[in-house]
DNA sequence: GTGCTGAGTATGGTTTACGGTACTCAGCCG
DNA sequence: CGGCTGAGTACCGTAAACCATACTCAGCAC
């Protein structure tokens, strides 16, 4: 409440009084609301893995049918995944899951999680999938960087800020009540 | 189930057999698990803002005193969190919560997260909080990097492969009957 | 010692997500 | 035409996560 400073060394911590500004509907959990029924981060991995198909869905992840066409129905009117028809030799035409842009653009945030989970959760008998560099072949991976091209090295490097969609909070200073 | 090849510009599609291998426990899964919750990720996420103090946590989540409770119960337990004890003069001593090096790992994703809402789910006023190199003061991003340096531009530019970890399906060849 | 505040605990109901199983339905195959 | 397969739908019951509200408890302030 008082100006407290934390250090900077903690986080992406704002300068601004974070006190007086409302930040719904927040980016980040936006973006995870999208990913955080099991079923549906689920389904997004087997779609970076390859899969596309409604039976290799339900045999890779588990998931009884119901579950899985639903999130596959979820997933698809949020412009994740997307119809596409095929039609195999000898077999009835039928269509396919696979990811859009906006999906394929999840990448960074998958491959930051799978590696961070290798790093901090590490299964006993190693990762169960390594992700490398297609010709060069070394290992792949995130890197924090701004668009002047800085590398960032620590959360001391980001300076967080209210952005236009932020609001003031009705009473910025007086009482903490604010419901 | 024939050597159907997908285009390599859908996704880190597997240039390997994907239905003859086990890929559990899952990274992507496992650091998901520990987001997926709503509240951990709003915790997590405030933590990032820089909120520290329970009712700090409360109000800026609008979490009830229970769940927060049992989220930051949790959160220290997998070590992503740690209690702090501090002492305002003229008030008792307390705990606050902080990020670990484990959680602060976090930030990768998290901003990444960030970043694909604010350009896919954009809200109608704009993103609430930016992120910006602190001195620089240029946007802050998600890079995908090989080891060796060379950018990775598309998803065709990665290759997936089974791990050290992943187990070899028992029968990878007949039936596609495997439970 | 009474009151206030920050940090929780306790209890109880509700919603959301998930699992299991059975069933449907369209089309190619013989 | 009857069966097989891929792709679902329908109808349950259960479990996890969540919300609302009330209460406790420690210490400083007065």
Redesign the interface.
Known sequence: M?PRV?E?T?????AWN??A??????????????????SA??VV?E??????RF??FR??TGLTPGVLSARLRDLTDQ?ILTKVAYH?SGSRRRHEY??TD?G??????????????????P??????????????G???????????G?P?DS?????????????EAADPAGG?R??
């Open positions: 008082q934390p900077p903690e986080a992406a911590d704002p974070r006190e500004w409302l930040l719904e509907p927040d980016s980040v959990q936006r973006a995870l609301d999208v990913l955080a029924p099991r981060g689920q991995r779609a970076f893995y390859g899969t596309r039976d290799d045999r890779h412009g195999d696979r990811l906006k394929r653009d999840l990448a960074a945030a998958i491959i930051s999680l799978l590696n961070w989970a290798d790093r901090w959760l299964s006993p008998g190693g990762p169960t999938v390594v992700l490398a560099h297609r010709g060069c070394a290992s792949i991976r995130t890197e924090l960087r701004c668009a002047d800085h960032v959360l001391g490097d980001v300076q967080a800020a209210p952005g236009p969609g932020a609001r903490t604010d419901r």
